[in-house]
Structures are given as structure tokens and as C-alpha cells.
Nanobody
Framework: QVQLVESGGGLVQAGGSLRLSCAASGRTFSNYAMGWFRQAPGKEREFVAA????????VYADSVKGRFTISRDNAKNTVYLQMNDLKPEDTAVYYC???????????????????WGQGTQVTVSS
């Protein structure tokens, strides 16, 4: 059984920064791709960023490029999302997800992710 636990969310002013963490357990973390998604009230869950199994390949949504950075530490079974220059429209619940497909390729296809965390709230005030 895979468990993903997010942390690091909170309230921040516009222009500020937060770093989210997602700790994984239950399977060999280094074998699979990881992603971050977010869901704002009344909206669908949307892709934010993804990273390949070895960290060498990353993918970002256009809305966060240049501001957010995804990274992973396979020794700690943890994936991170560094969020800089936050904007009110970044307010959402942020979820990490794991994709066990062979190859561990980073991608944005929400339906292909197999396990999800419970989410952490990020609120950006103007």
C-alpha cells in the first residue's frame, strides 16, 4: 500500500514563497514518476508539475513556469515543490501523485497517476 503525505502549505502574501513536501512510503520510490496537481474551489484538479523517476526530466504547467520548481530526493523518498512569486490565483489545495507506469516518465496526464495524497492547502493573499 502506497502512502503519500503532503506538508508545507499555509497562508502567504502575494510575492512570497512556500516549499511543499510529499513523503512517500510503501513502494520503491525511485522507480516512478511523481507529480503535483492543485484544485481551487469550484474548479477541476489541474496539473502543476511532474518529475521523472531519476529527476532528470521535469514538466510544468505554463501558469507556473519560471516560478515553481519540482525536485526529488530518492534517498529520502520525498518530492518537493518550491513555489516562488506566489499569486492569489495559486490559491488551491495541492496534491502530490505517483505514477507506477514503466519508465517513470514525467507527464501531465492526471488519469495516469495511480496514487494520490490527501492534499495541503495553499492560500495566497493579495
Amino acid at each position: 500500500q502506497v502512502q503519500l503525505v503532503e506538508s508545507g502549505g499555509g497562508l502567504v502574501q502575494a510575492g512570497g514563497s512556500l516549499r511543499l513536501s510529499c513523503a512517500a512510503s510503501g513502494r520503491t520510490f525511485s522507480n516512478y514518476a511523481m507529480g503535483w496537481f492543485r484544485q481551487a474551489p469550484g474548479k477541476e484538479r489541474e496539473f502543476v508539475a511532474a518529475i521523472s523517476w531519476n529527476g532528470r526530466s521535469t514538466v510544468y504547467a505554463d501558469s507556473v513556469k519560471g516560478r515553481f520548481t519540482i525536485s526529488r530526493d530518492n534517498a529520502k523518498n520525498t518530492v518537493y515543490l518550491q513555489m516562488n512569486d506566489l499569486k492569489p490565483e495559486d490559491t488551491a489545495v495541492y496534491y502530490c501523485a505517483a505514477d507506477f507506469s514503466p519508465g517513470g516518465r514525467a507527464h501531465s496526464a492526471r488519469g495516469d497517476y495511480d496514487y494520490w495524497g490527501q492534499g495541503t492547502q495553499v492560500t495566497v493573499s493579495s
